[in-house]
């Protein structure tokens, strides 16, 4: 948006999409925040699993998930084919992390 068209934007209009801008972008804060402690707690998985010569991937586990996540995403009105795709994207980051980790590589992903 030019600085001419914000200037054809009712004050009120303004002030709104900012404090709604504003909360979109704290929501987005909190979900890099929540990812980053989700990922270390797989990575400890991750470590577990190759300590003890387990497969990287679950893909019981991930069902599971999948349906629960689904489940959720239903009862929070949010779509449950989305929250599949973002779980399947954060599954396969979780699943590289492990294959490094089990690779033996002492430079793992710190997400």
């Known amino acids: 948006m030019t600085s001419s068209e914000t ?25 890099v925040h929540m990812l980053a402690e989700r990922f ?9 699993k190759a300590q003890h010569r387990l ?10 998930q999948i349906a629960r996540l689904r489940e959720l995403a239903e009862s929070a009105r949010l779509d449950p084919a989305f929250a ?6 954060v599954i396969a980051e979780v699943i590289r992390h492990h294959e490094t980790i089990a690779g033996g590589d002492a430079d793992t992903p710190r997400s």
């Open 55 to 64: 497969p990287p991937a679950d893909p019981a586990r991930e069902a599971r």
């Open 84 to 89: 599949e795709k973002l779980l399947n994207f």
């Open 40 to 48: 270390k707690c797989t990575q400890q998985v991750g470590h577990l």
């Open 7 to 31: 200037n054809d934007i009712d004050e009120a209009v303004q002030a709104e999409l900012t404090r709604l801008r504003e909360s979109i972008d704290n929501i987005d804060a909190a979900v």
